[in-house]
Structures are given as C-alpha cells and as structure tokens.
C-alpha cells in the first residue's frame, strides 16, 4: 500500500487521497475514497466520473453499475457521478475509447501500476 507518514494513501498527484463520492458511497471499502489494500484484487482504485456511454460499456463487459441492488444498499451508478472503478476496467474502456473523465486527486497512486499517468491526465477533471 502507499501510504504517507500519516498513514493516509496518496493520489497519482502525490498528495493524500481526496474523496471521491459519498453519494453513492463508493470505494473498496465503502468510505468514499479509493482506497486499496491487498484484499482488493480488482483495485477500485480509479475516481471516475460516470457517462451513459461508459455506463453503457461496463455493462455490456458483465459490470452493471447503473442498476440498482436494494438488497446491497447500492442506488446505482447514474452520469454525472463519481464512483471508484477497478484500474484494469478503466485500462479496458481506454482501449476500447470508451474511457470516463477521472478525478486525479481522488486516483489513488496505486492505479499506476496499471494505467500510465499521461493515460489518467488526458481524461482528467481537475487539472487546469
């Protein structure tokens, strides 16, 4: 895990983890932030903001993230939002030329591993 002298992970940017989305509650572990942490294999690490077309294109890959599921507390994902996709997905939707705008300060640093920095910075939000 990367983790600052705080103990607080660190976003691709180099600075702590901003939040990605409270409503919906996104992230690994549910706080809103991308956090990772070797129990998350798929890495949702990638603060995204959410578009029909990219909605559209996770589910036609099998990861239906617009439907709701009341019975997981999950509303769904609808665009506009943000939500803390898996790296490898948002790898595949930039393949595919299917990529969302991501949230650089809210990208967990570990998502590099996975996805080139330029890759994240040509879809990014927050870069001005």
Request: negative net charge; hydrophobic residues 35%.
């Amino acid at each position: 895990m990367n983790r600052d002298e705080g103990g607080l992970q660190r976003n691709v940017l180099g600075g702590p983890l901003g939040v990605c989305s409270e409503k919906p509650v996104t992230g690994f572990f549910r706080n809103g932030c991308c956090d990772t942490s070797p129990e998350d294999i798929g890495r949702h690490t990638v603060c995204i903001v959410a578009t029909e077309t990219f909605l559209a294109f996770s589910k036609s890959r099998g990861n239906d993230l617009s439907t709701p599921i009341p019975e997981y507390d999950f509303p769904g994902v609808q665009p506009g939002q943000h939500w803390c996709l898996c790296a490898a997905r948002w790898r595949e939707a930039l393949q595919a030329g299917q990529a969302p705008q991501v949230v650089l300060a809210a990208t967990n640093e570990a998502t590099l591993d996975i996805v080139s920095f330029e890759d994240l910075k040509r879809y990014a939000v927050d870069l001005h």
